[in-house]
Antibody
Framework: EVQLVESGGDLVQPGGSLRLSCAAS????????VSWVRQAPGKGLEWVSV???????YYADSVKGRFTISRDNSKNTVYLQLNSLRAEDTAVYYC??????????????WGQGTLVTVSS | QSLLTQPSSVSGAPGQRVTISCTGS?????????VHWYQHLPGTAPKLLIF???NRPSGVPDRFSGSKSGTSASLAVSGLQAEDEADYYC???????????FGGGTKLTVL
């Protein structure tokens, strides 16, 4: 059974930083695609970033230059470093993985999410 | 403003059929990229409902079906049940973003 478990969400002041983690089991983060998707309060899903099996990374324009996605293959974990946080970054952040159905195009697997609140 | 446009809400009585549209452009759906659909209940993880425009993962009832034509796609839910009440999102790839894009989401209410 595949499990993606996010952690690291917290209350942080504007301009602050956080690192989110996505620990995978039953799924190898280095062999497939892992994305971060967020949902702000009362809003829809928003794709944030992806790291491909080959290591390429891409970001939504709204976070480019502020967020960094990375992975530790030995820990089978993907990270999202959030810097220069703004109030509009407040959201539940989901880790999502591409598996046998999606082949990199969509998200077979989802974590339960971790809440990031940016407020003074 | 999402690059994929969905109606904010749809509704139907139990047993009826509803459709949810997803309209894109030449940089995403119209460029030939597949459309995928998710069901999302508040406080839970989104669930893959349809992948590759028309395909259902194992365990998804055949009451759910997807289609795609040109720059648009649709999700149909037939034989509506109370448990279908949820938010539904379409998703595709956009070559101007070099990444995924979601629709704004549609709230399905079962009357």
């Amino acid at each position: 059974e595949v499990q993606l478990v996010e952690s690291g969400g917290d209350l942080v002041q504007p301009g602050g930083s956080l690192r989110l983690s996505c620990a995978a089991s039953g799924f190898t983060v280095s062999s497939d695609y892992v994305s971060w998707v967020r949902q702000a309060p009362g809003k829809g899903l928003e794709w944030v970033s992806v790291i491909y099996s080959g290591g390429s990374t891409y970001y939504a324009d709204s976070v480019k230059g502020r967020f960094t996605i990375s992975r530790d293959n030995s820990k089978n974990t993907v990270y999202l470093q959030l810097n220069s946080l703004r109030a509009e970054d407040t959201a539940v952040y989901y880790c999502a993985g591409s598996g046998p159905y999606c082949g990199g195009a969509c998200f077979d697997y989802w974590g339960q999410g971790t809440l990031v609140t940016v407020s003074s | 403003q999402s690059l994929l446009t969905q109606p904010s809400s749809v509704s139907g009585a139990p047993g009826q059929r509803v459709t949810i549209s997803c309209t894109g452009s030449s940089s995403n759906i119209g460029a030939g990229y597949d459309v995928h659909w998710y069901q999302h209940l508040p406080g839970t993880a989104p669930k893959l409902l349809i992948f590759g425009n028309t395909n259902r993962p194992s365990g998804v009832p055949d009451r759910f079906s997807g289609s795609k034509s040109g720059t648009s796609a649709s999700l149909a839910v037939s034989g509506l049940q109370a448990e279908d009440e949820a938010d539904y999102y379409c998703q595709s790839y956009d070559n101007s973003l070099s990444g995924s894009v979601f629709g704004g989401g549609t709230k399905l209410t079962v009357l």
